[in-house]
């Protein structure tokens, strides 16, 4: 089985992250930190880690430096507007996070992440890997092939579904193969980077001039030879704008060698630094995270080899106050009494809760609750703003 290079376009998911978890209010915490878009970020990255379980991992990012692009064509990309201050904000966080997980970040001034993107896949692919390109922007299929393919992410309901374009994917949904999607590009350009194109064409009239003459080069020998089928005003326009439709193909042509200088080690995946992983989430409130990973360790005061604690058995009027006390503090450290039932002689399972304890930090009490209605403990459990730390 080969090995699996998981390759993030980090602009793209964080983009999607933040406006897929706008609704009427963005989440921040207590201090005024935007965070929607790092928590999104990292439950799409956290979906894909588990279910490819890749042996090399990188995060691609744009820097705000021209690209050769750019220098290419004035107005490329010159429709889109500038990153939100709500959004630009969160980027340092994403990066700081990536670091305490030893994920290696990518980016190189004169490229864009796309670039990056298809080099390193090339570079996965020269290496044996199967190679999962986890974007949501189509440009990136003209970079599948047997062994590399692009994962598009959708947030539905708060969930997050995937769909996996493959060669015969891409065969399926355009007749064509991936990396002629190039000269689909070159004829029909791109209005989200103001890439021109021919005026005139769109997407129907590019894939069925691709499909019938497979590339623009081929597409203008014909015409120059008198061979070609194209009648009116389409072959009108193709012929007059012959120098837009090479200048719109180079454009979006992603580049395959960018000269990174990086070796597949460097992409391994590590242990995460899990005490600084644990710390930032703490301080963003991802308790969600923190739970799921068994994040953050039992804190000293409760290990019973080191510390006297103090314990009291709490009379029904006092566990409003500590459910209170909890929802106030975010946090509850607890662990559960089990003792033998007798009746269960001959099952696999023989012992049964008897009771919740509670540790109180501040107090260096443990609460004994014993098991009787457990229906105020409702909204505790179910919450996902307390965090549980069972110890």
Known sequence: MLKQFVLVDGNNIMNR????????????????????????????LFKIIEDVKPDYLAVAFDLKAPTKRHKMYDGYKANRKGMPDELASQMPIIKKILEAMHITVVEKEGYEADDILGTLSRLGEENECDVTILSGDRDTFQL?????????????????????????????????EPKKLIEVKGLMGDTSDNIPGVPGVGEKTALALVKKYHSIVQLYNRIDEGKDELKGATRK??????????????????????????????????????EAVYQIFRELKFNR???????????????????????????????????????????MIYFLGKKEDQQAVGKIIRKKIDGLFIYDPTEELVYEIPITDMKQWKAIWESHTILKIRI
């Open 237 to 274: 326009k193709i012929v007059e704008n012959r120098d837009l439709a090479f200048l719109s193909k180079e454009l979006g042509t992603i580049d395959l060698k960018v000269p990174l200088e990086m070796t597949m080690d460097q992409f391994a995946t590590q242990e995460w630094d899990k």
């Open 17 to 44: 992250a933040f406006y897929g978890i706008m609704g009427s209010k963005m989440l921040m915490t207590a201090d005024g930190t935007y965070t929607n878009a790092v928590y999104g970020f990292f439950s799409i």
């Open 289 to 331: 995270f923190i739970e799921r990973f068994g994040l953050g360790e039992t804190p000293s005061t409760v290990k019973k080899d080191k510390v006297e604690i103090n314990h009291v058995v709490v009379a029904d009027e006092m566990v409003e106050k500590i459910i209170k006390k909890i929802e106030q503090a975010k946090e």
């Open 144 to 176: 599948v092939t047997p062994h590399i393919k692009v994962r598009i992410p959708r947030t539905k309901m708060g969930k997050t579904e995937t769909e996996d374009f493959t060669v015969e994917k891409i065969k399926e949904v355009y007749g064509i």
